[in-house]
C-alpha cells in the first residue's frame, strides 16, 4: 500500500514537473521566440531578468513547488534503478536512506535560496 | 515475512541488450538515461543558480563560467532530455494508467494486442517532443544571429 501512494505521488509529480519545468524551459530556453517574463528583453539569464523575476512572489511559489516534486521525482527514479539492479536488501536500503537525506539537504538548500533572492531583490 | 527478489541477470546491461526489444523497450532505456542525466545537471543547477542570493557579481561570475560552447551544447542536451523525457512520460502514464490497454476481449485469431493502440500514440508524442527539440534547438544555436 505504501509503495502503491509513493508511486501515484511519483507519476502525479511527473505531471506537475511537466507543467512547471515546461514553463521555466519557455523563460529561459525558448525566449527568443515566446520571451515570457523576461521584462527587460535581454537574454533570460541577465542580472536584470533575473532580478525581474525575484521580485515576484508567484517565483518563489513556482521555485519552491517544482523543487519539491522534482526532487521527489528524480530521488524516487534513481531509487528503483538501484532496487532494479542486482544488489543486496541492505545496500537498498542503504542507497534509500542516503537519497532522502540528500533529497531533504537539497530542498532545504533550493528553498533558503528561493526564499533569500526574493528578500535581497528588495536591495536592488 | 521478508521480501523476496529475484535476479535480475543482465541487471543494467538488460538496458540496452536481451533480445528483440520494439522501440518501446528502447524509449524505456532511453527515459532512464535521461533522467539520470536531468538529475545530475539539476543537482548543479540547484548550487549555481543559488549564487543569485549574494547579488549581481556573484550572478555573473556563476554565469561566466558555465557559459561557453561546451556547456551551451551540455545544456541543450538537458533541453532535449527534458522534451523527450516529458512526452515519453506522458506516454507511460497514460498506458500505466489504463487508458492505452483496452478492455479484455476474447482471443479470437488473429489476435489483437493492445500495441495496435499504443505505438500511433506513441508515435504522435514523439514527433510533439520532435518539434519542442527543434524549436529549442533554433533558439540554442540561431536565435538573435
Known amino acids: 500500500m505504501k509503495d502503491t501512494k509513493l508511486w501515484s505521488l511519483h507519476l502525479f509529480a511527473g505531471i506537475v514537473i511537466l507543467f512547471l519545468l515546461g514553463l521555466h524551459m519557455a523563460i529561459m530556453h525558448l525566449d527568443e521566440i515566446v520571451s515570457l517574463f523576461n521584462p527587460k528583453g535581454e537574454e533570460a539569464i541577465s542580472w536584470e531578468n533575473v532580478l525581474e523575476r525575484m521580485k515576484m512572489i508567484g517565483f518563489v511559489f513556482v521555485y519552491i513547488f517544482l523543487l519539491g516534486f522534482a526532487l521527489y521525482h528524480s530521488f524516487y527514479g ?3 534503478i538501484i532496487g532494479e539492479t542486482n544488489v543486496k536488501e541492505g545496500t537498498r536500503k542503504f542507497w534509500s536512506y542516503v537519497l532522502t537525506i540528500f533529497g531533504f539537504l537539497l530542498f532545504i538548500i533550493g528553498t533558503y535560496a528561493a526564499i533569500a533572492a526574493k528578500v535581497v531583490s528588495a536591495k536592488f | 515475512m521478508s521480501r523476496k527478489y529475484y535476479d535480475n541477470h543482465l541487471g543494467i546491461k538488460g538496458w540496452a541488450i536481451g533480445g528483440r526489444y520494439s522501440i518501446e523497450r528502447y524509449l524505456y532505456t532511453l527515459h532512464r538515461l535521461t533522467g539520470l542525466g536531468i538529475l545530475f545537471y539539476f543537482i548543479l543547477h540547484i548550487f549555481v543558480t543559488s549564487s543569485r ?8 561570475q556563476a554565469m561566466e563560467t558555465v557559459s561557453g560552447p561546451f556547456f551551451r551544447f551540455g ?35 488473429p489476435y489483437k494486442t493492445s500495441v495496435g493502440k499504443q505505438r500511433p500514440v506513441m508515435i504522435i508524442l514523439m514527433i510533439v517532443a520532435a518539434f519542442f527539440i527543434i524549436l529549442g534547438g533554433y533558439d540554442f544555436f540561431l536565435g538573435g544571429e
Not at chain 2, 541543450?76 to 532530455?81: D, H, I, R, S
Not at chain 2, 492505452?100 to 485469431?109: A, H, Q, R, S
Open chain 2, 53 to 60: 542570493v549574494f547579488g549581481p557579481e556573484s550572478w555573473k
Open chain 2, 75 to 109: 545544456e541543450f542536451l538537458v533541453y532535449f532530455a527534458f522534451c523527450f523525457h516529458g512526452f515519453n512520460g506522458i506516454r507511460l502514464i497514460l498506458l500505466e494508467l489504463g487508458f492505452l490497454v483496452g478492455k479484455p476481449i476474447e482471443p479470437i485469431y
Open chain 1, 78 to 80: 534513481l531509487n528503483k
